[in-house]
């Protein structure tokens, strides 16, 4: 996680549904942000993530967290963390490569 995504562990519910640089996540937008860092709260705490995969459904979205079963369902208010353009190809082409070693 860079510096520059840091700031949204410390926000409130309020404060990143109103964050510009923040998109939510629903079943019909969610294929647009795959290999992004996401935020979400769990346990009072804001975490930050990386979007690795998303199920067929769209519903449930695959990270690395233990924690949670690896797994996250849609209706949790989900926020991807919008990048430049250049971050984003890297970002999907880094998840797709993931995605194709899975299937292997």
Not at 40 to 58: C, D
Not at 61 to 73: A, K, M, Q, S, T
């Amino acid at each position: 996680m860079n510096d520059r995504n840091q700031k949204y562990l410390n926000m409130s519910s309020n404060e990143l549904m109103n964050c510009h640089s923040l998109v939510r996540l629903t079943p019909n937008n969610v294929n647009n942000y795959l290999g992004f860092n996401i935020v979400f709260n769990t346990r009072g705490k804001n975490i930050i993530k990386r979007l690795n995969r998303i199920s067929e459904t769209s519903r449930t979205l695959y990270i690395d967290h233990p924690d949670l079963g690896n797994n996250l369902e849609i209706g949790r208010r989900i926020y991807a963390i919008k990048n430049t353009e250049i971050e984003a190809k890297n970002a999907l082409s880094k998840a797709n490569k993931k995605w194709w070693e899975f299937w292997k």
